[in-house]
């Protein structure tokens, strides 16, 4: 059994920051990408980030030179640092991440439960 658990989502303010993170546990023999989803009241879910196990990292357009993706591989968490934040970021963020339970298994994506970030004066 796997499971994701986000932290850090709350209200702030237009212009201000907030730090989310996910940590993995269970029985996990590896992790692949790791990535933050979010989705906004009547829209789809969209990508905002992600990460490979190398550290590659991959932005949508909307979020680029505002929001870094990290990741601790020794402690199975991903981090959403956010910078500058608008009231369009407004939404449930989502983790995710490809796991592998065994050396033979075959990867497969796991979710957080969500955590509501809400920009506001």
């Known amino acids: 059994q796997v499971q994701l658990v986000e932290s850090g989502g709350g209200l702030v303010q237009p212009g201000g920051s907030l730090r989310l993170s996910c940590a993995a546990s269970g029985s996990i023999f590896s992790i692949n990408a790791m990535g933050w989803y979010r989705q906004a009241p009547g829209k789809q879910r969209e990508l905002v980030a992600t990460i490979t196990s190398g550290g590659s990292t991959n932005y949508v357009d909307s979020v680029k030179g505002r929001f870094s993706i990290s990741r601790d591989n020794a402690k199975n968490t991903v981090y959403l640092q956010m910078n500058s934040l608008k009231p369009e970021d407004t939404a449930v963020y989502y983790c995710?991440?490809?796991?592998?339970?065994?050396?033979?298994?075959?990867?497969?994506?796991?979710w957080g439960q969500g955590t509501q970030v809400t920009v506001s004066s």
């Open positions: 995710n991440a490809d796991i592998r339970t065994g050396p033979s298994h075959r990867v497969y994506r796991y």
